[in-house]
């Protein structure tokens, strides 16, 4: 990892810790462990062990729906669970981004290493479920204005190949969403989807 993402992730940790103390409060080792063993899971069976079905934490169940759909990748049920989590307030866009840092005192650098993968493979696996289940392409292109403000985040370029994959259905979702997208994710999709009208992604484009 860079200086400047560590010092990117730093800030962020530090920032939800700040504004949301309950996330590091309620982080006890043991959690953070059974969400790493989550992330490595290796078949349905061994991912339920370590998920509490009852829980109410959001993290758990954001860790639970990714590996579920990296195991079952065409599975449309799992794929729309997963797209109901995209983040939709600040503390759980805080949530998100905390998996790319410690999560507790002594949480083991392989289980750091864990999560931060699992984070750095979200963008792809929303993307992908996206394209299995495009009724859910609305909050897949709002979520855009959020995710495109982390500098290292590939959102836009996989917004993109959802684009060119599902070109109505995406366009359709711009035009009926109350977000306007980011300047940054218009210019990728200009360069990256192919089309050569681009005045729907101009209309919906921020300053």
């Known amino acids: 990892m860079s200086r400047r993402k560590l010092q990117g992730t730093l800030f ?25 063993q989550m992330a490595r ?10 998920h509490r079905d009852n829980s109410r934490d959001y993290r758990d169940h954001v860790v639970f729906a990714i590996r579920r759909f990296e195991l079952t990748p065409k599975n449309p049920r799992a794929a729309e669970e997963l797209l109901k989590l995209i983040p939709t307030d600040e503390e759980q866009e805080l949530v998100i981004h905390s998996f790319e840092g ?3 005192e002594s949480e083991s650098q ?14 792809r696996d929303l993307s992908r479920a996206v394209l299995l289940v495009p009724k859910r392409m609305e909050t897949y292109v709002a979520y855009a204005a959020e995710a495109v403000q982390d500098p290292h985040s590939d ?5 993109a190949q959802v684009c060119r994959a599902k070109h109505r259905v995406f366009v359709n979702a711009v035009e009926t969403s109350e977000q306007v997208l980011p300047r940054e994710a218009t210019s990728l999709l200009q360069v ?15 300053p």
Do not use: K
């Open 12 to 36: 962020l940790f530090m920032s939800a810790i700040l504004t949301f103390p309950g996330i590091a409060q309620s982080s006890n080792c043991d959690e953070v462990h059974d969400l790493a």
């Open 41 to 50: 899971s290796r078949s349905i069976r061994a991912l339920q062990v370590h």
């Open 102 to 104: 410690l999560l507790c």
């Open 110 to 123: 392989t289980d750091v290493r864990t999560l931060s993968g699992l984070h750095d493979r979200m963008t």
């Open 155 to 159: 959102y836009a370029i996989r917004m």
């Open 192 to 206: 990256q989807s192919g089309f050569g009208s681009t005045s729907w992604i101009q209309t919906n484009a921020g």
